[in-house]
């Protein structure tokens, strides 16, 4: 079996993110499996692009935004590789629509909710309401070329009927996948060399943020939250970067125990997780999106900490409260705060919780078992048994 794997977002090149993350290790987990994979990613900024783009400030937000969407497509269209695949696997609407008129049957993955996500971007009322027709037109006619889609959550799943009437019996729920092998677990002393060469103290509660700063991963919340914990051990280290930094440097600079990291590379970032004590999500319901499967949180899980999670989108079909990891309510900093609180009155309650969250990724999010859930899906719809 050959598969031919495609998104406009491009792993190779920008090795950060869940979805880079995701199709890296479905890559490495098909191959393992002994199934041929070809890749067909978008790069950014072609030259073609780059001559055109400084013309496009002349044009409506709207005009720049189909011609830029319309630029991914075609470019897509014209590097597919060769036709002698036995499915196409598309990661996004917009790589769909650039396979569409192969033959193929073809899976699509929905990472998230295209048209609500794209729109986040753009700050100016008018412009939205302007732009967002257009890609929920995307998305629709994205949706319709597959024939089979896996949603990465339930409510995702229920996206694609309620909205885009696509049949429920063709739609997978399928959580994402960690590396289990590079985020695992290290022993106190390890942890404590890790907090040492990190410039930390090794007695110190180290609580990890690995977030984009973006309005929906809620990570103004994780500051405020810093406020009604006044214990001078407790450290927070932010490690992400985006429109949302100005604002959250603002919030932390008085104080001194939060720490800007910046964007760390993820093949650099599984050392901060064996570090911290605690690893936090909190992300927020935002334009109608709650966070999916967060890869952050089933990396934390997979190294074996508490993860302290909102109770939101599909971390709470993987959290099982004070079993598992911590849930809290979104947007109260106050509720985060007592989370945290419970995990450093509780290094018992602490390490029976990193220790089922390890347990329940090797069971249900290793990429090698995602892989193979996958393969399944492709030998159903071209009739192999």
């Known amino acids: 079996m050959e598969i031919l794997l495609t998104s406009t977002d491009n792993p190779y090149t920008t090795y950060q993110g869940g979805k880079h993350i995701h199709l890296l290790l479905l890559e490495k987990g098909l191959e393992n499996l002994g199934i041929q994979v070809a890749t067909l990613y978008y790069i950014k900024k072609s030259a073609k692009e ?3 783009r400084y013309a496009l400030v002349l044009l409506t937000e709207k005009r720049r935004n189909e011609i830029k969407l319309g630029w991914m497509i075609s470019y897509l269209q014209s590097h597919i590789p060769h036709e002698n695949f036995d499915i196409i696997h598309s990661h996004d609407v917009l790589s769909m629509l650039a396979v569409r008129s192969m033959p193929q049957k073809k899976v699509l993955t929905l990472h998230g909710y295209f048209a609500r996500e794209n729109i986040e971007f753009i700050r100016n009322k008018r412009d939205r309401d302007a732009v967002y027709p257009h890609l929920l037109q995307l998305e629709k006619d994205g949706m319709k070329n597959a024939d089979r889609i896996i949603a990465v959550d339930r409510r995702l799943k229920d996206y694609a009927i309620s909205e885009f009437s696509y049949p429920a019996d063709r739609i997978t729920v399928m959580h994402n996948a960690v590396d289990t092998d590079t985020f695992s677990p290290v022993s106190e002393d390890e942890q404590k060399e890790l907090k040492k060469s990190l410039g930390f103290a090794p007695d110190d509660f180290v609580v990890l943020v690995p977030r984009r700063l973006v309005e ?22 932010i490690a992400g970067d985006g429109p949302e930094r100005e604002r959250i440097m603002k919030e932390a600079e ?6 800007l990291a910046g964007m760390a590379p993820h093949d650099k970032i599984s050392s901060f997780f064996k570090m911290a004590n605690v690893i936090l999500i909190p992300s927020i319901t935002s334009h109608g999106i709650q966070e999916a499967t967060s890869l952050a949180m089933l990396e934390g899980m997979s190294c074996g900490k508490a993860v ?11 959290i099982k409260n004070m079993e598992n990891g911590l849930l809290v309510k979104e947007k109260e900093p106050e509720a985060i705060a007592t989370a945290i609180e419970t995990i450093i009155s509780n290094p018992g309650l602490s390490s029976r919780i990193g220790d089922e969250a390890r347990k329940h990724v090797l069971q249900n999010h290793s990429y090698t ?5 996958v393969a399944q899906i492709y030998r ?3 009739g192999e048994t």
């Not at 008085?254 to 720490?259: F, L, M, T, V």
């Open 254 to 259: 008085e104080d001194k125990r939060i720490h």
């Open 380 to 382: 159903s719809i071209i």
């Open 216 to 237: 929906k991963n809620g990570v103004i919340y994780a500051v405020h939250a810093m406020e009604s914990t006044r214990d001078s051990k407790v450290k927070m280290i």
């Open 50 to 52: 780059r001559i055109k």
């Open 308 to 318: 302290v999670c909102s109770d939101i989108g599909g971390m709470h079909e993987v």
């Open 369 to 373: 078992a995602h892989a193979a859930k």
